[in-house]
């Protein structure tokens, strides 16, 4: 007989019961979240993307994500809630985890939008536009081509202007995005735009060169990340099997699988496989991380 219908009837109604609440708190937190997060990154200025701060709500609903799915697993593997409770409390570490994720995802789109940016700036550079004023109205350009959304490029330009308008030198205005968005590609352009002040008619020669190198580098990275998309989803299918293949066996062949969760020895195993996933998952994950 299946392990679900072996005195444990009523614990599995209460496991279900409890994740659907769980879910639906999950489920409103994000709407709230969500409200919040949108007038928050409407009053940022000047915003650091080395950093990620993350709201009251966030860490709640990242560490209830975390510990719910950490639960189910423990669950699956142990069959005890005790010991799916103390499982599910390493969830209260994911939202350090997940803030570095997020802050990576940032600037990722933060880089893509600039590379969009470098060629507004090379086109009107090309145009005849000096390159002071086309970073001036790189802003205008981005505007049209990113015509819905919110985007952090459009942002920064936006300040750019205003400073440069304000009075403040250009070189310092990029240098202060360099210094904040944490990217090579923006500290590379900014290195190679302010030496180029000093080389009179040639600055937009060098400007647009550099430009089509660091452009040429973005695209190349990000043909790299397509052709490793396959394989990404490969490893998450492979992390991902192994609960199924607990989860099928639990429910198919229960008295089979009993031994594993009715003895000290056979949770040590239990553990020991726990602990093997989970490296294995960092490794794919390590992999998979490719910098060009």
């Not at 900014?190 to 040429?216: L, P, R, Y």
């Not at 199924?244 to 062949?253: E, H, T, V, Y």
Request: net charge neutral.
């Amino acid at each position: 007989m299946s392990w679900i219908y072996k005195g444990g009837y009523y614990m599995n109604i209460i496991v279900i019961i409890v994740v659907g609440i769980i879910i639906v708190a999950l489920f409103f937190l994000g709407l709230i979240e969500s409200k919040q997060k949108a007038k928050e990154r409407a009053a940022e200025i000047d915003v650091n993307y080395n950093e990620y701060h993350m709201t009251v709500i966030e860490r709640i609903r990242y560490s209830l994500m975390a510990g719910l799915f950490l639960f189910l697993v423990g669950y699956l593997f142990y069959r005890s809630i005790i010991l799916a409770l103390a499982v599910s409390l390493l969830g209260l570490a994911y939202p350090t985890v997940k803030r570095k994720q997020l802050m990576e995802k940032r600037k990722s789109k933060l880089q893509l939008e600039f590379k969009d940016a470098l060629a507004v700036i090379y086109t009107s550079i090309s145009a005849g536009t000096s390159p002071t004023n086309a970073v001036i109205g790189a802003k205008d350009e981005l505007e049209r081509l990113y015509f819905e959304g919110d985007h952090d490029i459009i942002k920064e330009f936006d300040r750019m202007r205003q400073k440069i308008q304000f009075n403040e030198k250009v070189e310092d205005v990029l240098r202060n995005f360099s210094d904040r968005s944490g990217l090579e590609d923006v500290a590379n352009f900014t290195d190679v735009f302010v030496m180029s002040m000093n080389t009179g008619g040639k600055q937009a020669e060098i400007i647009k060169s550099t430009i089509n190198t660091i452009v040429e580098k973005i695209e190349i990275k990000r043909e790299i990340e397509v052709m490793v998309a396959e394989k990404k989803f490969e490893a998450k299918v492979m992390n991902v099997m192994p609960f199924l293949i607990m989860g099928g066996l639990s429910l198919s062949a229960g008295d089979y699988m009993d031994p594993l969760f009715t003895n000290i020895m056979g949770r040590v195993v239990i553990t020991v496989v726990l602990i093997l996933l989970g490296i294995a998952y960092l490794v794919s994950q390590k992999i998979m991380r490719i910098e060009v």
